[in-house]
C-alpha cells in the first residue's frame, strides 16, 4: 500500500507565504511525477504544479511565478512553495503521484492524499 500525507496548510494573510509537503510511505522503489492539486468550494478539482522524478515541472498559469513545486526524492516528499497568496488560491490542496513501483514489482497509480486546507483571508 502507499500513504501520501500532507502536512503544513492553514490560514494565511493575502501577499504572504506557506509552504505545504506530502510525504509518500510504504515499501516503495520508485515514485513517478507528484504533483499538487487544489479544489476550492463549488469548483473542480484543478492542477496547481506538477514535477518528474529528474525534476522537470509544470505550473498552472494563474500561480506561474509564485507557486514553487520540489521534490526530495531521498524523503519522498513533494513540496509546495506558495509565495504572494491570493484569497482566490483558498481551497483544500491535495498530493497526487501518478504512478508508484513497490516492492515485488507491484505498481499503484494515480494515488491520493487526504488533503490539506489552505485558506487566504484578512
Known amino acids: 500500500q502507499v500513504q501520501l500525507v500532507e502536512s503544513g496548510g492553514g490560514l494565511v494573510q493575502p501577499g504572504g507565504s506557506l509552504r505545504i509537503s506530502c510525504a509518500a510511505s510504504?515499501?516503495?522503489?520508485?515514485?513517478?511525477?507528484m504533483g499538487w492539486y487544489r479544489q476550492a468550494p463549488g469548483k473542480q478539482r484543478e492542477l496547481v504544479a506538477s514535477?518528474?522524478?529528474?525534476?522537470?515541472?509544470n505550473y498552472a498559469d494563474s500561480v506561474k511565478g509564485r507557486f514553487t513545486i520540489f521534490r526530495d526524492n531521498g524523503k519522498r516528499t513533494v513540496y509546495l512553495q506558495m509565495n504572494s497568496l491570493k484569497p482566490e488560491d483558498t481551497a483544500v490542496y491535495y498530493c497526487?503521484?501518478?504512478?508508484?513501483?513497490?516492492?515485488?514489482?507491484?505498481?499503484?497509480?494515480?494515488?491520493w492524499g487526504q488533503g490539506t486546507q489552505v485558506t487566504v483571508s484578512s
Open positions: 497526487n503521484v501518478d504512478r508508484v513501483v513497490l516492492g515485488w514489482g507491484r505498481v499503484r497509480e494515480d494515488c
Open positions: 510504504g515499501l516503495i522503489v520508485s515514485i513517478g511525477v
Open positions: 514535477i518528474t522524478s529528474s525534476g522537470g515541472t
